[in-house]
């Protein structure tokens, strides 16, 4: 069975900074691309950033530049790092396989995710 367990998510000041961790497990973990996806209450599904199996790396515009993704195939764990955070990255983050023809497109096996709250 494919699993996701993400952690690290948190309550932060607008400018703070957090780091998530998303182990996976059930599947091949290194060849699978991985991705980062959130979602704010009331919103649909948004698409953060992904990680090849080749570690080339892809970030939406509204994040690049202040999130970072890594991968780590020794312990089947997936990074993202979250810097200089804005209001509008509350959201409810998830790691998943991303499984489409392009990055960013479609997902499978989402986990259960961890919250990020950046308020003042």
């Known amino acids: 069975e494919v699993k996701f367990m993400e952690s690290g998510g948190g309550s932060v000041q607008p400018g703070g900074s957090l780091r998530l961790s998303c182990v996976a497990s059930?599947?091949?973990?290194?060849?699978?691309?991985i991705a980062w996806v959130r979602q704010a209450p009331g919103k649909e599904l948004e698409w953060v950033s992904s990680i090849s199996t080749q570690q080339s790396t892809f970030y939406s515009d509204s994040v690049k530049g202040r999130f970072t993704i890594s991968r780590d195939s020794g312990t089947n764990t997936v990074t993202l790092d979250l810097n200089n955070l804005k209001s509008e990255d509350t959201a409810m983050y998830y790691c998943?396989?991303?499984?489409?023809?392009?990055?960013?497109?479609?997902?499978?096996?989402r986990g259960q995710g961890t919250l990020v709250t950046s308020s003042s």
């Open positions: 998943a396989q991303d499984v489409g023809s392009r990055f960013g497109k479609a997902f499978n096996n």
């Open positions: 059930g599947f091949t973990f290194r060849d699978y691309s």
